[in-house]
């Protein structure tokens, strides 16, 4: 097992190098002179030579992208054109809503569409299932930013439920502010949940039953039912936990589809985080950021896929061993 | 050269008119150039001199500045403001006749859904109005605009000037605490003088070219709560350069003074302030609380200036930049108030009698050459573009209703005494596109590239610049079209390489009179983004013979003939005037409305008790 | 490659003519058993026309705008309504239709070319390999949406032409990796080895063994790229990121309209059904294609970004 992980951790990170690339060499071929963008209006050609020279402008590609990843490796991720501040100060406010908006994603999308999917599969071929699918199909074809739109105009406007926009922050500094601060955070972050959940869980449902009538048809499964144990237990028991793994999966792998979902709720919903940060760095080609928030995002990515497969490996041994 | 001589002429008129407003201050040193004539010409002078002062503010960033700029109502506003006069009157109506004791009005607290960010809290770093926003709440100048945007006290206690006019003697109010505890003096003043010297226009100007060159003699502390600018030449600007302008000289603590001015100063900003500031969520909200050892001027409440009460325990702005987001969270009852938005908007609030809504003086649409690069560096191109515009279909779009736009071909704001119709005819709202057309085709323009910048995120401008896509587009230009946002927007126009054409809009401080006339960035030759080039040099000679005038009748003549050029040399696209609302929450008191300089700040505010 | 007999391989890939007699059988055959892809053909079939004959459908000049006009509720003049700028939106509607469809067939045509190729190519050069899966694995670590908004953010000007290039950029990594993947498990079959034992060389088997025995899996994959395409390109233009205002795409009709949920609900209403309608249609078909090409496929797809 030790094995597997280090082996894993160390194919992780040619990937991270390219992607540093990758990051890097978007910003060096972006038009524009960084100088003039960092030094403003009123910069002389001097003033702009000195910037340059600082920041390492002048030097070669090569040695820009290895100071530039030294700076990425220490956790500097530079410095805003637009605001002239460190970009991590700028970023660290930014994390609370989009960890919080991704979380409940995750939890509520799993519970709906695992519980869905196997409500289909215990189902399967009664209306009841194709009802589900048909919900899964549309779930699929469903652009976030309209089904938002729908939403907020059911809920919001018209029934006046929950707030139309806004972010109620919760506070961790402590248990009690914590109890105080979660009902009106989780009352203005339902409707961006909702949305995204209704979503995700649509794809989940889809692969949990197609996962459970693949394993209700093993053969242990049948020996499980010859028992004369309940249809319940058999279900949960026998079938439910090796279905799981390809679920676990395939959940891990749709967290870079959830990435739009954050985006654009983020930006419908006025939530100040991650994604509203990048569309707004977008908007004023402010490149240090998008650099910065695209290494941040592809490095969590890489990492819960890493976390995903070293699971799997410990839930299936088959993974180990046969790789 | 030209353009700083200009400036000079501006800035003797100005010499003139300040010292009427200091004289009718009351407060003014005993007359120093006792010209009775100058006493008489008070009125008309008096608001020239406050729109030089805020001259500065267009010149840089002219929309973020629009809730400081309005100005003075004037006839023609007052058919917009007065259902929402109407509306505060019998507020306070009901207020007075309830006599509420002062006991009653404290507490509660106030969310503001702001509309501009928020990238540093240094009022002295930048000029951006979300900034400025809470800055005003926090710090205080020595010197602050009245209801009429004259200039009245806040922490500065008396002004004197000697029998020369070259020494100014300033007294602060003692008392004066800061919000971590340390009482003001001159020093800390001094300090912030130092920081503002070379940035904050107006100082710059008086010291530049009445004062001594040095800082350290210019400015002296005589003591701890007295000192003195000192002048090698007289002149009555000296308490403008200490008043609201750009990079204006908010009092603050000397660990701030100590930054210089290029740099952004950091953590929490410290003042003497009604409210202290609380915290900052970056891209999200920022907060502030009253302060209790705050120390009132003993003066009678004018605009900012004079007594300030802080009657909310808290103040929160949430920064929404989407408008229509911005409505609907106060609709929601998520905010208490929602700056500024279009009046398309505040069709669906004037039902809602739990709000109430407040007009801001007329903004003017505007849009701006490239003089330095073809097509627009020839004059022909530019008048037949002007000559094909529909002006109406830009202000439609632009302020969403009928009633919320005016066609307005006047430099100065419409239905003032300034307003004029010299050299319109055929040149504003003329629509004739096929003769323009036929006009760039004979010029050889025809497929030739223009780009237009389009600020999305600012919606007259963005209204603005779609109608004129369709108008270049039809005069025969190959239409560049470059979607962007406003902070972009604005960086690029400061290089004339990078585009051709773009829309703005402007508050109505440049548009009163004849000094705010003479402080117009936008036609000064070489002066602003556009720069101007003024070939025939008319513009330059009509604006040295304004500057010279005394007489009214002739100032007008004056001004008659520099429009008429002014549509001659095609000098920018005037598209026209248009009026935004802000709105509260119908059971706030203390709003004066009308569009002063503290119609939105917090303080004085207070929510009827049930 | 439909009439050689000498070196007549073991296995021998279906002619074009028997291709398309099966497609022709199977079509009948699907529609006949899964009403589903009618449905989706039709919706296709409606909104193609739609995005080919929509100069003889709309009846106004939708890119200009028309302020007198703003905010007309859905009626007989203005089927749809007509949004912020007085502009209608049923042709606005139309029109988003030619774009979606145009961006989403050139972004899954050139992507399913260029994976396709690189795929073969590396699939059998193990040095390749190597050096072009790294690159592959470093662009699907970022997630696309990102990448392509970092993309566009390069670009000047903005326009239908940086949408296609990003997206285009995005989408070919993942095809690139899947068609390989069916490269590899292709390249160790015994007809491929039989062929290789009769002194075929390395093109040849790319060619007649292996690329027509991945056209399923390809077919397959490519209805679902359209369809997350098309959902991409909305959220681009929704995000502002897409085409400027004044060209319609339904993700920026849908941005038009966000912000008058309450007066004007019609402007994102139509145009996101329209949106809903066409990448259900996509996902219908493309779903019962990939029961009847390849059963085996089943899971084996995964959700591309939306």
């Given at each position: 097992?030790?094995?597997?992980i280090a ?13 540093g ?20 209006d009123?910069?002389?050609p001097?003033?702009?030579e ?5 920041l390492?402008?002048?030097k ?6 290895g100071r530039w990843?030294?700076r ?9 054109i637009?605001s002239k501040?460190?970009i991590?100060?700028?970023i660290?406010?930014r994390i609370?809503?989009t960890v919080?908006?991704?979380?409940q994603?995750i939890?509520?999308s799993?519970?709906l569409?695992?519980?869905?999917g ?9 209306k009841?299932?194709?009802a ?9 074809a469903?652009?976030?930013f309209w089904?938002a739109?729908?939403?907020i105009?059911g809920?919001a ?9 806004g ?7 402590s ?7 979660l009902?009106s ?14 979503l995700?869980s649509?794809?989940?449902?889809r ?11 093993e053969?242990?499964v049948r ?8 249809e319940?237990?058999v279900?949960l028991?026998?079938?439910f936990?090796?279905a799981?793994?390809?679920?676990v999966?395939?959940?891990g792998g749709?967290?870079?589809g959830?990435?739009t979902?954050?985006?654009v709720?983020e930006?419908?919903f006025a939530i ?8 707004e760095?977008?908007a004023r080609r402010?490149?240090p ?11 969590t ?5 890493l976390?995903?497969?070293i699971?799997?490996?410990y ?5 180990r061993?046969?790789? | 050269m030209k353009?700083s001589?200009s400036?000079?002429?501006a800035l003797l ?8 407003v200091?004289?009718?201050?009351g ?7 006792p ?15 406050e729109?030089?002062v805020?001259q500065?503010?267009?010149v840089e960033?002219?929309v973020?500045k629009?809730?400081?700029?309005t100005?003075?109502v004037?006839?023609?506003?007052e058919k917009?403001?007065q259902?929402t006069?109407?509306?505060i009157q ?5 207020a ?9 009005k ?10 501009g960010?928020?990238q540093?809290?240094?009022p002295n770093w ?8 809470v ?5 205080e ?6 209801e009429?945007?004259?200039l009245?006290?806040?922490?500065a206690?008396s ?5 020369d006019?070259k020494?100014w003697?300033?007294?602060?109010r ?7 505890g340390?009482p003001l ?6 300090a ?6 070379d ?5 710059k ?8 060159p ?7 502390v ?10 090698k030449?007289?002149t009555?600007?000296?308490?403008f350069?200490l008043?609201?302008q ?9 660990a701030?003074s100590?930054?210089?001015?290029k740099?952004?100063a950091?953590?929490?900003?410290i003042g003497t302030?009604?409210?202290?500031f609380?915290?900052?969520?970056p891209?999200?909200?920022?907060s502030?609380?009253?302060?209790a050892?705050?120390k009132?001027?003993p003066e009678?409440?004018d605009?900012?200036?004079?007594r300030?009460t802080?009657y909310?325990?808290?103040v929160?702005y949430?920064e929404i930049?989407?408008?229509?987001t911005?409505v ?6 998520e905010?208490?108030?929602a700056q ?6 505040a069709?669906?609030l ?6 109430q ?8 649409l505007?849009g ?9 560096n020839?004059?022909?191109a ?7 515009y529909d ?7 632009a ?9 307005c071909?006047?430099l100065m ?8 119709s010299?050299?319109?005819a055929?040149?504003?709202y003329?629509k004739k ?19 237009l910048?389009?600020p999305?995120?600012r919606q007259?401008a ?5 109608v ?7 005069i ?5 079209f470059l979607?962007?946002d ?8 400061a ?25 117009f960035?936008e ?7 556009n ?5 025939p ?14 007489d009214v ?9 520099f429009q008429?050029?002014f549509y ?8 026209g005037?248009f009026?935004?609302r802000?709105?509260?929450r119908?059971?706030m008191?203390g709003i004066?409305?009308?569009g002063g300089?503290?119609d939105?700040?917090?303080a ?7 | 490659m439909s009439?050689t ?6 296995y ?7 291709r398309?007699q ?5 079509t ?7 009403p ?5 053909a ?5 909104m193609a026309s739609?995005?080919i ?7 106004t000049d939708?890119?200009r ?16 309504g007509?949004d912020?700028a ?11 239709a030619?774009?979606?469809?145009m961006?989403g067939?050139a972004?899954?045509?050139i992507?399913?070319?260029?994976g396709?190729?690189v795929a073969l190519?590396?699939?059998y050069?193990r040095l390749?390999d190597?050096?072009v899966?790294?690159f592959?694995d470093?662009?699907?670590?970022f997630?696309s949406?990102?990448l392509?908004?970092a993309?566009i953010?390069l ?5 239908i032409?940086?949408?296609i ?6 989408g ?27 002194g ?7 060619m ?5 025995n991945t056209?399923n899996?390809?077919?397959?994959q ?6 997350s395409t098309?959902l991409?390109e909305?959220?681009?233009s929704f995000l502002?990121?897409?085409t400027p205002e ?11 309209g966000?912000g008058y ?8 209403f139509f145009?996101g059904?329209?949106?809903t309608?066409t990448?259900?249609?996509?996902v219908l ?11 085996k496929?089943r899971g ?7």
């Amino acid at each position: 097992m030790r094995r597997y992980i280090a082996q894993r951790l160390l194919t992780s990170i040619p990937v991270i190098i390219i992607v540093g690339i990758i990051t890097f060499s978007l910003l060096y071929i972006a038009p524009g002179d960084p100088a003039a963008i960092i030094g403003g209006d009123e910069a002389t050609p001097e003033q702009l030579e000195e910037i340059r020279h600082q920041l390492g402008f002048d030097k070669p590609y090569h040695v820009q992208l290895g100071r530039w990843g030294s700076r990425m490796i220490h956790g500097d991720l530079g410095t805003s054109i637009f605001s002239k501040r460190e970009i991590t100060m700028l970023i660290r406010p930014r994390i609370q809503p989009t960890v919080s908006l991704g979380i409940q994603i995750i939890i509520v999308s799993s519970l709906l569409g695992v519980s869905l999917g196997m409500l289909a599969a215990w189902k399967a071929g009664a209306k009841l299932d194709r009802a589900l699918m048909v919900f899964a199909v549309i779930g699929f074809a469903t652009p976030g930013f309209w089904l938002a739109f729908l939403l907020i105009w059911g809920f919001a406007v018209n029934l006046n439920w929950f707030p139309v926009i806004g972010y109620a922050p919760v506070d961790i500094s402590s248990l009690g502010a914590f109890g105080r601060t979660l009902p009106s955070h989780l009352h203005s972050m339902f409707l961006p949940v909702l949305v995204n959940s209704v979503l995700a869980s649509a794809f989940i449902s889809r692969i949990t039953r197609s996962a459970m009538l693949e394993v209700l048809r093993e053969d242990y499964v049948r020996t499980a039912r010859a028992k004369g144990l309940s249809e319940i237990r058999v279900f949960l028991r026998h079938a439910f936990r090796p279905a799981a793994i390809p679920i676990v999966t395939v959940i891990g792998g749709s967290l870079a589809g959830l990435a739009t979902g954050l985006v654009v709720t983020e930006r419908i919903f006025a939530i100040p985080g991650l994604g509203r940060m990048l569309v707004e760095a977008i908007a004023r080609r402010d490149y240090p950021i998008i650099q910065g928030l695209l290494m941040l995002a592809s490095t969590t990515f890489i990492t819960i896929n890493l976390a995903v497969d070293i699971l799997y490996a410990y839930v299936d041994p088959r993974v180990r061993y046969g790789g | 050269m030209k353009r700083s001589l200009s400036l000079k002429l501006a800035l003797l008129a100005v010499a003139a008119a300040a010292l009427g407003v200091t004289a009718a201050c009351g407060e003014a040193a005993p007359a120093v150039v006792p010209t009775p004539v100058v006493i008489d010409r008070t009125v008309i002078v008096e608001k020239p001199v406050e729109k030089i002062v805020k001259q500065t503010v267009i010149v840089e960033k002219p929309v973020e500045k629009i809730i400081q700029q309005t100005v003075v109502v004037e006839k023609p506003v007052e058919k917009i403001v007065q259902q929402t006069v109407v509306v505060i009157q019998t507020a306070t109506a009901t207020a007075v006749v309830a006599a509420v004791p002062e006991s009653q009005k404290a507490g509660g607290s106030l969310k503001i859904a702001a509309s501009g960010s928020v990238q540093s809290f240094d009022p002295n770093w930048t000029t951006a109005s979300g900034t400025h926003n809470v800055t005003y709440s926090i710090q205080e100048l020595l010197l602050a605009h009245t209801e009429q945007y004259a200039l009245g006290k806040q922490l500065a206690e008396s002004w004197i000037s000697s029998g020369d006019g070259k020494t100014w003697t300033f007294r602060i109010r003692s008392g004066v605490k800061f919000h971590d505890g340390t009482p003001l003096t001159t020093k800390q003043v001094i300090a912030t003088l130092n920081r503002q010297k070379d940035a904050a226009a107006v100082f710059k100007l008086v010291q530049a070219q009445f004062g001594t060159p040095v800082f350290t003699d210019y400015v002296k502390v005589v003591d701890d709560l007295t000192f003195t600018i000192n002048l090698k030449e007289p002149t009555g600007l000296v308490p403008f350069g200490l008043g609201p302008q750009n990079f204006q000289p908010l009092i603050q603590s000397e660990a701030w003074s100590a930054v210089p001015q290029k740099e952004t100063a950091k953590g929490d900003p410290i003042g003497t302030g009604p409210y202290k500031f609380e915290k900052w969520t970056p891209g999200d909200r920022w907060s502030m609380v009253r302060f209790a050892d705050y120390k009132a001027s003993p003066e009678k409440t004018d605009g900012a200036a004079g007594r300030q009460t802080a009657y909310l325990d808290r103040v929160e702005y949430i920064e929404i930049p989407d408008q229509t987001t911005r409505v609907a969270a106060l609709e929601a009852g998520e905010v208490d108030m929602a700056q500024e938005f279009p009046a398309d908007l505040a069709v669906r609030l004037e039902k809602n009698t739990k709000i109430q809504l407040v007009s801001m003086a007329p903004n003017r649409l505007l849009g701006h050459f490239n003089h330095l690069k073809p097509p627009f560096n020839n004059v022909e191109a530019r008048r037949a573009f002007i000559q094909a515009y529909d002006n109406e279909k830009a202000l439609l779009l632009a302020a969403g209703n009928k009633n919320s736009y005016r066609l307005c071909p006047s430099l100065m704001q419409c239905g003032t005494d300034w307003e004029s119709s010299a050299g319109a005819a055929g040149n504003y709202y003329a629509k004739k596109t096929a003769e323009s057309k036929a006009k760039i085709a004979a010029l050889g323009m025809a497929g030739m590239k223009v780009r237009l910048m389009d600020p999305t995120d600012r919606q007259p401008a963005h209204a603005a610049a779609q109608v004129s896509r369709e108008v270049l587009a039809d005069i025969g230009f190959n239409v560049e079209f470059l979607v962007m946002d406003w902070a972009t927007m604005v960086t690029r126009r400061a290089d004339p390489e990078l585009w051709e054409f773009f829309h703005t809009w402007s508050g109505s401080s440049v548009r009163t009179g004849p000094v705010g006339h003479l402080a117009f960035g936008e036609i000064q030759y070489n002066g602003w983004f556009n720069k101007y080039q003024d070939v025939p040099g008319k513009g330059r000679d009509s604006l040295t013979k304004l500057a010279k005038e005394t007489d009214v009748a002739k100032q007008k003549q004056i001004m008659d003939d520099f429009q008429a050029y002014f549509y001659e040399d095609a000098i920018f696209l005037q598209v026209g005037e248009f009026f935004s609302r802000w709105a509260a929450r119908a059971d706030m008191r203390g709003i004066v409305g009308g569009g002063g300089p503290a119609d939105q700040l917090p303080a004085n505010k207070w929510f009827q008790k049930k | 490659m439909s009439t050689t007999t000498r070196n007549a391989p073991l296995y021998m890939a279906p002619t074009f003519q028997e291709r398309v007699q099966r497609a022709y059988r199977g079509t009948v055959h699907v529609l006949r058993r899964e009403p589903t892809v009618l449905i989706g053909a039709v919706i296709l079939l409606i909104m193609a026309s739609m995005a080919i004959f929509g100069t003889f459908i709309t009846r106004t000049d939708y890119t200009r705008v028309d302020p007198i006009n703003r905010l007309i509720g859905p009626g007989v003049q203005h089927w749809f309504g007509t949004d912020t700028a007085g502009r209608d939106v049923f042709d606005r509607t139309i029109a988003g239709a030619r774009l979606s469809l145009m961006i989403g067939f050139a972004v899954t045509l050139i992507t399913t070319m260029i994976g396709t190729v690189v795929a073969l190519i590396v699939g059998y050069s193990r040095l390749l390999d190597n050096v072009v899966m790294r690159f592959v694995d470093g662009l699907l670590a970022f997630p696309s949406i990102l990448l392509a908004l970092a993309l566009i953010a390069l670009m000047p000007n903005s326009g239908i032409r940086n949408v296609i290039i990003a997206l285009s950029v995005t989408g070919t990594a993942g095809k690139i990796r899947l068609v390989r993947g069916a490269v590899l498990t292709l390249r160790e079959t015994a007809y491929v080895d039989a062929a290789r034992g009769m002194g075929a060389r390395v093109p040849r088997i790319l060619m007649v063994h292996i690329a027509p025995n991945t056209l399923n899996l390809i077919i397959v994959q490519a209805t679902f790229t359209l369809a997350s395409t098309i959902l991409a390109e909305a959220s681009l233009s929704f995000l502002g990121a897409g085409t400027p205002e004044y060209i319609p795409s339904w993700g920026n009709i849908v941005a038009t309209g966000q912000g008058y949920v309450q007066v004007a609900f019609w402007i994102s209403f139509f145009p996101g059904l329209f949106l809903t309608a066409t990448v259900l249609a996509v996902v219908l078909i493309g779903d019962a294609l990939r029961d009847y090409l390849d059963p085996k496929l089943r899971g084996r797809l995964e959700r591309s970004t939306q």
